[in-house]
């Protein structure tokens, strides 16, 4: 499904696209009941003033300019005032990928190219992974100039919105840092190694989530829920022998899989 269409612009150059969203919910969601009945929690939407319910179609937007003094904008209001440049991803530089911070990044989107950018978008794709980089942009989303990051990959590029350096927070939390000698990094840098595999993400399934639903048959069924077993205490006295013995069990695990 369609997220959005836009425009990618970078010079004279434009490129139209669409972004799709790239992640599905699949979680599971409990309701809230009443625990007297077990009847399901309504929410209500109703005027301050009238005490009416109100349904979707009688919301609009309202900006409070002074105490209870509101001035009603509508989305159409919204979009009017919008430039094309506005409305377009304008490419504001490049920048090395590794330059920037993950907490930077917010939702991702998959572009794909619409009729007659296609040859302009896979030669932007092409470069963009011959130097490693990636192109920052922005546009207006909503009614916020919002931050991107148009990402190459060997199968296309992704868009990601971005936080701005105010919206994040500093590092605060500072700990002590300990020397570390010279065999325990080549030890850690063994262990790192034994366990290197090219990333796919269709290894990694989430297993508490398959719990939880074995967990709602199990109640369905009106059986009595089992607690887990108790994880092993393992206590780390010698962080070589640790190390050691977490390359082990990494060369075998590997050797397995």
């Known amino acids: 499904m369609i997220s959005r269409k836009s425009v990618i612009t970078f010079g004279i150059v434009s490129i139209p696209i669409a972004m799709y969203t790239t992640k599905q919910d699949n979680d599971i969601h409990f309701n809230q009941l009443h625990k007297d009945d077990n009847s399901r929690i309504r929410y209500k939407k109703t005027c301050a003033h009238c005490g009416k319910e109100i349904k979707a179609d009688d919301i609009v937007k309202g900006f409070e300019y002074d105490k209870d003094k509101y001035v009603v904008v509508t989305d159409e209001e919204i979009e009017k005032i919008k430039t094309e440049k506005e409305k377009s991803i304008q490419i504001l530089h490049f920048a090395q990928l590794n330059q920037i911070s993950p907490v930077y990044y917010d939702k991702t989107y998959q572009a794909v190219p619409q009729a007659g950018g296609e040859k302009a978008f896979e030669l932007l794709r092409a470069a963009l992974m011959d130097e490693q ?3 920052i942009g922005k546009t207006v989303f909503g009614t916020k100039d919002t931050l991107m990051a148009i990402i190459p990959r060997e199968d296309g590029m992704l868009i ?8 994040i927070k500093g590092l605060q939390k500072q700990y002590a840092t300990p020397e570390v000698s010279e065999q325990e990094l080549a030890m850690a840098k063994t262990l790192i190694n034994s366990m290197d ?3 796919d993400p269709s290894k990694y399934q989430d297993e508490y989530q398959a719990k939880l639903r074995e967990l709602i048959e199990t109640k369905i069924s009106g059986k009595e829920i089992v607690a887990a077993e108790p994880d092993r205490d393992v206590k780390v006295i010698d962080l070589m022998e640790a190390l050691k013995a977490s390359v082990e069990k990494a060369k075998k695990d590997k050797e397995t899989a």
């Open 197 to 199: 595999t090219p990333f």
């Open 160 to 167: 990601s919105t971005m936080h701005y350096a105010d919206d």
């Open 133 to 135: 980089k990636i192109a």
